[in-house]
């Protein structure tokens, strides 16, 4: 069975700095998707960055990026120029691209950014 | 509708009763999800639903969990005599079906159930 590992639960941040969350997963598969994931207090979960397991290229979205190690199974997530609006709970999650796939979340990191 | 509706957002329920909590996935995804969330804890997966093939209900933690989608869109979670540690987000997600490339889960913002 897949398993996601966040072992930081705790994070923080000062405004303006950059961050990296850790994420660690176990899988035979060669076909995935890796995710993170943002949930603010207002609970809705939000997308932050998807990366696929079959690009070597690790994906940005703006402030967000991933340094993703295939071999290593590592899935970090940094933040730069970190906000005030960041702070959340962020989940990191695995889905192999198969028919019937699930979502994986890890455990959670709680990021506090501080002004 | 523009992204996955859950209702009700809120529900008190005393011990024993039997919730129905709802969702409905946005437009033309075939893909259903329900994962649970515990006070501070990650998200749990309950069941899974995809088109017209039987549900993934392995999730589901005891017999007292049931869900249906009818129509390949609603899906109902019913919990039936409610237990105080059934109390958690339950949080539904949609998507278009797996193998699609760029596919992506959308999740709802939650239905809060306090058993007391």
């Known amino acids: 069975a897949q398993t996601v590992t966040q072992s930081q639960p705790e994070m923080s941040v000062q405004e303006a700095e950059t961050v990296t969350l850790s994420c660690t997963y176990d899988?035979?598969?060669?076909?995935?998707?890796l995710f993170w994931y943002k949930q603010p207090p207002s609970r809705q979960m939000i997308l932050v960055i998807r990366?696929?397991?079959?690009?070597?290229q690790n994906a940005t979205e703006n402030r967000f990026s991933v340094n993703f190690q295939k071999a290593a199974k590592s899935f970090s997530l940094k933040i730069s120029d970190s906000q005030l609006g960041d702070a959340a709970m962020y989940f990191c999650?695995?889905?192999?691209?198969?028919?019937?796939?699930?979502?994986?979340f890890g455990e959670g990191t709680q990021l506090t950014v501080n002004p | 509708g523009a992204g996955v509706s859950q209702s009700p957002s809120n529900k008190v329920t005393e011990k024993g009763k039997d919730v129905e909590l709802r969702c409905d996935p946005i437009?033309?995804?075939?893909?259903l999800y329900w994962y649970r969330q515990s006070l501070g804890q990650g998200l749990e997966f309950l069941i899974y639903?995809?088109?017209?093939?039987?549900?993934?209900k392995s999730g589901l933690p005891s017999d007292r969990f049931s869900a249906e989608r009818t129509g390949g869109s609603v899906s109902t979670l019913t919990i039936q005599r409610t237990q105080q540690e059934d109390s958690a987000v339950y949080l539904c997600?949609?998507?278009?079906?797996?193998?699609?490339?760029?596919?992506?889960?959308?999740f709802g913002e939650g239905s809060w159930l306090t058993v007391v």
């Open positions: 899988t035979s598969e060669s076909d995935y998707y």
């Open positions: 997600a949609s998507s278009l079906p797996p193998g699609v490339v760029g596919n992506t889960i959308y």
């Open positions: 437009s033309g995804h075939t893909a």
């Open positions: 990366q696929e397991a079959y690009k070597q």
């Open positions: 639903f995809q088109g017209n093939s039987a549900p993934d």
């Open positions: 999650a695995y889905r192999k691209e198969t028919s019937g796939s699930r979502l994986t």
